[in-house]
């Protein structure tokens, strides 16, 4: 993942609908699409139709930090796969319970189906208001979106499916109701109980200049031609234009660059677009100037029609007149003039609101609606409210924003006028609801040690604990539990060096993302009198928390057992003994008596003899067996283990023989941590498992995402503590945790997802036009799913070799890089053909030896694993006449003495020549 994560996210400020640009990317990421939708719909009710129309260089990949490297993150094809993902899981809204609150009873209406109004309906419904009602004029809803925009640019399914979002929600929508017709004015709804009117009607006429008046047929609006393409495409309403020859299009917006897209479909030939600004100074987005450039569209800048040249009852040519846009830099002589032929006309220049009749008593001011822009409220009367285009508003995205903006704004003044209960809404602090599914419900909360955590996130002991401040704003951003950092008694009080911590060298860059870190921090700078304060004001702030607080003391009884009674006198929940931390040096402390099982079962024992409360035993991985280090703990009384800590290491060795981190020339060896440890942590910790199955874990260890969490519950623990994941990014990350968890167990209870899926990676067949699964289901705990994949880990002499797979390729996601040849060639075996004609691997079956070498190095994941279609034959390296059959037999006999399993019956051995593709492949 590229994005920084920045603190203060310029992609989310430059979004018109202010979404949290930085969370939903780090979800999708970490493959939490359901977290990442959530993000997104919450702040935006189009999302998935904003990711594939809006203009982003001038929102929020505009705004992204990396365009000082000219490189900047591709917001809307992320934001579009975590949109779809979501649609297609089909999870159902949970709507708002209803209030006995009469004002959120009273009579809604909004005028037309569009972004705007589908927005504001959606904010109005999560708010509470139950009677909302939307007038479309047409038999769909959607707006521009559905009646203007072709389908290749999104199709109907997309906004069907957002459309089913707001009707979720009780929002109803009533169809071929226009305003202005059948005696429905403002006025009238006004007399109908409608306590408030949104007005989201657009601008439905196509401007136009006086030229093209009484124009052939073959002059058309961008309006109507793209509403012809768009209901002939999506609804099979009437039939495609038929283009041809030399296409003009007048215009350089956005539309005109649809239109051009979308006549090079209807059969055009060549496309050529006219607008009166300069090229660089064209209104269009980049992105779509560049599509057009890829397309080989023609532009002409300066220019405006003057003329048409019309024969034959159509128009063969338009004349038009160049001006200067950059006068100080003039191109083109006054009222120059210059004739281009054609055989279809286009003109996008825009919309307008001709006929505002149907608006009275309101007057538009510049073909505009007057409205407040903080409110969305008309100047003309309080009780109407208007966005998107009718109110000044651009794109499809800032229609959204005018929604919600109006929504809350609405909801505010009826509370107010309609007896709300306060305390009444703060217009100056909008707090608009949330999307809430039924995933959101699920309960991740855990009963361990007597103990309720609320999620299974907690801190551990390390830097993100280093004072009271700091646990409180974790413990506010949603974190279940922490862990102090690890105290002393006084007389050991340390001092830090630094540096202290640095990156893991493997990750070969700077910035976020780190394989790992590695420290040398030793304990907390702080005295035991501020922790004993600090963990009561925690408790007395946060009672529903758990606060576990780490603990060191030397090899001694008396000073354990002093401090262990002190610190469980001042409320900790639990207290964790710290035997592993790797850097102490002191004898007897840290790892130094960790790796002792005499030791922690001896410590373990001084302190639960004088303390109450659970005591959870640290161990060390820096050991052979860290089994052996649990086992002592347990018959030491621990109610609880924590594995594991950092593993020791050296990271960086400088090319002057200096070492990093760099302390007056001096280095040490220190604690590794992050993703880079999470295999020796799963393996540590599904040893402990298997050896103590009714002792329980506190996992730590390289958890980044929620799928890795889950894969260490599966390993064996119960709660997770985390702290290289917050050091790379912030505490933030635990929303992505506890909300990939609730999607996890959600899963589990239902079968398509659990069977079908990968994780949040839908099926292939999966689809968002399925209906919402509504069946009723029973939600399985977290506690049910800890030291699932433990039965399942086994030694290799036990894995059965009928098993057999062999390594398929999709040749069309194929880079034709060429990798997978390299690595089976030279250090597989040589059973894939580099073809040097089409650069495309090839692969045998026979010879393939279903290694996964060439799996794991493929940059596109264009490779699988398939179970073996032919017989594995293996080579034993010498001719067959020379390898007597029974050899395979002796294998079988020692195989079946190691591991108690009768072998199955004995493969065949390869018959003729050893294949070997470096034969015929080219050299590398």
């Not at 005696?183 to 009238?188: C, D, V």
């Not at 073909?367 to 822009?373: A, K, T």
């Not at 964790?576 to 790797?582: G, I, K, T």
């Not at 994941?861 to 037999?889: D, E, T």
């Amino acid at each position: 993942m590229r994005c920084l994560g920045c603190a203060d996210a310029p992609c989310g400020h430059s979004c018109p609908a202010h979404i949290d640009v930085r969370a939903f990317v780090r979800a999708v990421s970490r493959h939490n699409y359901y977290e990442a939708a959530h993000v997104i719909y919450s702040d935006n009710p189009l999302g998935w139709t904003c990711s594939l129309l809006c203009s982003t260089s001038h929102q929020c990949r505009g705004g992204c930090n990396l365009n000082r490297l000219g490189k900047p993150i591709d917001i809307a094809s992320i934001q579009q796969i975590a949109c779809e993902n979501f649609q297609k899981m089909r999870i159902p809204q949970v709507r708002p319970p209803v209030s006995t609150n009469p004002a959120f009873a009273q009579k809604i209406t909004l005028i037309g189906a569009g972004p705007a109004s589908l927005s504001c309906a959606t904010y109005l419904a999560r708010l509470g208001y139950t009677d909302v009602t939307i007038l479309e004029k047409d038999a769909t809803a959607g707006g521009i979106v559905s009646s203007e925009i072709p389908s290749f640019r999104i199709p109907n399914e997309v906004v069907q499916a957002e459309v089913r979002m707001v009707q979720e929600l009780g929002v109803k929508i009533e169809y071929h109701k226009a305003l202005g017709q059948e005696g429905r004015t403002l006025t009238s709804l006004k007399e109908a109980g409608s306590k408030a009117i949104f007005l989201g009607v657009g601008l439905p006429e196509p401007f136009s200049l006086p030229v093209f008046q009484n124009a052939p047929a073959n002059v058309m609006t961008s309006k109507s031609f793209l509403r012809s393409v768009s209901f002939a495409s999506k609804f099979s309403q009437g039939t495609l234009p038929q283009l041809h020859g030399h296409v003009l299009i007048l215009g350089g917006g956005d539309v005109a660059f649809d239109s051009a897209k979308t006549a090079f479909r209807c059969g055009a030939d060549r496309v050529t677009l006219a607008f009166r600004e300069d090229i660089p100074q064209m209104p269009a987005s980049w992105e779509e100037h560049y599509e057009g450039l890829r397309m080989k569209c023609d532009f002409l800048g300066n220019a405006l029609p003057k003329s048409l040249v019309v024969a034959d009852g159509k128009c063969t040519a338009v004349v038009m007149e160049m001006h200067n846009w950059q006068r100080q830099q003039g191109l083109y002589t006054e009222a120059e003039t210059l004739t281009l032929n054609c055989s279809h006309v286009i003109v996008a220049f825009g919309a307008q609101l001709r006929d505002a009749a149907f608006l009275e008593p309101l007057t538009l001011a510049r073909g505009r609606l007057p409205v407040n822009n903080q409110t969305m409220q008309s100047t003309q009367d309080p009780m109407i409210f208007a966005g998107g285009d009718l109110a000044g508003s651009h794109s499809i995205v800032e229609a959204v924003n005018d929604g919600k903006t109006a929504a809350w704004n609405m909801h505010c003044m009826l509370q107010r006028l309609g007896g709300g209960v306060a305390p009444l809404p703060d217009p100056s602090n909008p707090t608009m609801p949330r999307l809430h599914t039924v995933v959101d419900d699920v309960d991740v909360s855990v009963d361990l040690m007597g103990l309720h955590f609320p999620n299974p996130f907690g801190l551990s002991s390390a830097p993100p604990v280093t004072s009271v401040g700091m646990i409180k704003r974790a413990f506010a951003e949603g974190w279940g539990f922490a862990v102090t950092k690890t105290l002393c008694p006084d007389e050991m009080m340390v001092t830090n060096v630094s540096p202290r911590i640095v990156r893991d060298s493997t990750s070969n860059h700077h910035g976020p993302n780190q394989a790992g870190f590695m420290n040398i921090e030793l304990l907390t700078e702080k005295s035991e009198l501020y922790w004993v304060e600090g963990i009561r004001e925690l408790k007395r702030d946060y009672p529903s928390h758990i606060v576990i607080c780490s603990i060191m003391a030397p090899y001694e009884e008396k000073a354990w057992k002093r401090l262990a009674i002190r610190m469980a006198e001042c409320g900790s929940d639990a207290l964790e003994l710290n035997l592993s931390c790797p850097h102490t040096g002191q004898k007897g402390t840290g790892m130094l008596a960790g790796q002792s099982p005499v030791a922690v079962r001896e410590i373990t024992r001084w302190v639960r003899d004088v303390v109450s409360i659970p005591v959870i035993t640290k161990l060390t991985p820096n050991i052979t067996d860290i089994s052996e280090l649990a086992q002592a703990a347990m018959e030491g009384g621990a109610h609880a283990v924590t594995a594991i800590n950092t593993v020791q290491s050296l990271v960086t060795v400088n090319p002057d023989a200096t070492g990093w981190p760099n302390v007056g020339g001096l280095t040490a060896y220190g604690g590794l941590s992050g993703n880079a440890i999470r295999p020796i942590a799963y393996k540590c910790i599904s040893m402990i498992s298997r050896r103590c199955p009714s002792l329980p874990i506190l996992g730590c260890g390289g958890i980044d995402s929620a799928e890795t969490a889950i894969g260490m519950v599966h390993t064996g623990a119960s709660v997770i503590q985390i702290t290289s994941a917050i050091q790379d990014h912030c505490y933030a990350i635990v929303s992505e945790l506890v909300a990939g968890t609730k999607y996890y167990l959600y899963s589990q209870a239902r079968e398509d997802l659990r069977t079908q899926w990968n994780g949040q990676t839908p099926a292939r067949e999966a689809s968002a036009q399925g209906p919402l699964f509504t069946a009723p289901l029973t939600i399985p705990k977290l506690a049910t799913q800890v030291a699932r994949v433990v039965p399942r880990i086994s030694i290799v002499p036990k894995m059965p070799l009928q098993e057999q797979k062999c390594a398929h390729l999709n040749p069309d996601t194929c880079l034709h890089c060429g990798k997978c040849y390299m690595s089976c060639n030279d250090t597989g075996y040589q059973s894939i053909r580099f073809n040097p004609d089409t650069h495309l691997p090839e692969f045998h079956d026979e010879t393939c030896m279903g290694c996964a070498l060439c799996f794991s190095v493929c940059p596109s994941g264009s490779i699988s694993m398939v179970p073996k279609p032919v017989p594995h034959l293996v080579s034993r390296g010498i001719p067959n006449h020379a390898v007597p059959y029974p050899f395979l037999a002796k294998e079988d006999v020692l195989r079946e003495k190691m591991t108690g399993v009768k072998a199955p019956a004995p493969l065949m051995p390869r018959t003729g020549e050893e294949h070997t593709a470096a034969s015929h492949a080219p050299a590398h």
